[in-house]
Nanobody, 124 residues
Framework: EVQLQASGGGLVQAGGSLRLSCIAS????????IAWFRQAPGKEREGVSS????????EYADSVKGRFTVSSDNAKNTVYLEMNNLKPEDTAVYYC?????????????????WGQGTQVTVSS
């Protein structure tokens, strides 16, 4: 059974940084992708970034390009989201999600496995 555990959220001032972690377990093969989504109050859940664990391909939403970096440590079965120059509009609950295959996608419906969320709050 695939399980994802997200952590690392917190309260930070605008311009600050946070690193989120997503520990993955239970995959039956190493060909899978992990994505980060976020959901702010009253808004739809949106894709932030994704990475193919096998080949390292990454994708980012335009709103976070140049500020967020997604990476994976395959030895630790962990995917990270390094978030720099945070803005109040980045405030949301952040979720990690997974799908089998090497594609990177920002579409919620493509992901079969979800972790619990971690709250990120950026104060102005």
């Amino acid at each position: 059974e695939v399980q994802l555990q997200a952590s690392g959220g917190g309260l930070v001032q605008a311009g600050g940084s946070l690193r989120l972690s997503c520990i993955a377990s239970g995959f039956t093969r190493d060909d899978y992708s992990i994505a980060w989504f976020r959901q702010a109050p009253g808004k739809e859940r949106e894709g932030v970034s994704s990475i193919s664990v096998r080949d390292g391909t990454t994708e980012y939403a335009d709103s976070v390009k140049g500020r967020f970096t997604v990476s994976s440590d395959n030895a630790k079965n962990t995917v990270y989201l390094e978030m720099n120059n945070l803005k109040p509009e980045d405030t949301a609950v952040y979720y990690c999600a997974a799908l089998y295959g090497s594609r990177c996608s920002a579409q919620r419906y493509e992901y079969d496995y979800w972790g619990q969320g971690t709250q990120v709050t950026v104060s102005s």
